[in-house]
């Protein structure tokens, strides 16, 4: 036999049972335990383990799902948004996870969660890039942004608390950067 078995029907519904409780669960708090994730998702600690032998595998398929969902997000909020909303929405969703993963502590700081972190990179980046080149079409944003740029600029938001008054600093920083990112007046005419 070569290759891996495809998982049964059952075993992925409780995979991603798992991963959507595990994000929620982790968002809470992020010292939610294994056994508290696995009765909320209506699984036997044994199929948690299964899936995600430790803490730290489970908390990186968060990470990997959160990323893989944002940047698949892309086409559909550029299908029902306005390019600068969806570019606003996106980024503000972006915060969310990031500031998700910030509060899970030492769990993203070995060898494997640095990997993991870094792959998110290039998809973010191309998922930007979509962004901005949807923007820049509605003359909304200027030509040229480097999307590693904005992702930088807008790394603001994901470090305000999440509070309504976090919410409004968010709003304001937000309109800063994106300020920065439209045309120049005398190129607007």
């Known amino acids: 036999m ?17 991963l959507q ?39 990186l398929e968060v990470h990997r799902n959160d990323v893989s969902r944002l940047v698949a997000s892309v086409p559909e909020i550029l299908a029902t948004h306005a ?47 979509q962004l901005l080149d949807a923007c820049e079409q509605a003359g909304e944003v200027r030509s040229g942004i480097d999307p590693v740029d904005v992702i930088m600029l807008m790394s603001c938001l994901w470090r305000i608390p999440a509070s309504p008054d976090g919410a409004a600093q968010a709003d304001r920083l937000m309109e800063l950067a994106i300020h920065g990112l439209r045309p120049s007046p005398d190129r607007r005419a």
Not at 2 to 17: I, V
Not at 38 to 49: I, M
Not at 101 to 107: F, R, T
């Open 83 to 129: 390019p600068l909303d969806a570019l606003r929405q996106w980024f503000v969703t972006l915060a969310a996870y990031v500031r998700i993963k910030h509060g899970l502590g030492e769990a993203l700081h070995s060898a494997a969660a640095q990997e993991v972190v870094s792959a998110s990179w290039p998809p973010v980046t191309a998922a930007v890039g």
């Open 21 to 59: 409780v595990a994000h929620d669960a982790l968002a809470e708090s992020p010292n939610a335990s294994l056994n508290s994730i696995a009765k909320r998702a209506g699984v036997g600690p044994g199929t948690l383990y299964r899936h995600f032998p430790t803490r730290e595998a489970l908390i």
């Open 2 to 18: 070569t290759g891996a078995q495809p998982q049964r029907s059952d075993a992925l519904k409780n995979r991603e049972a798992i």
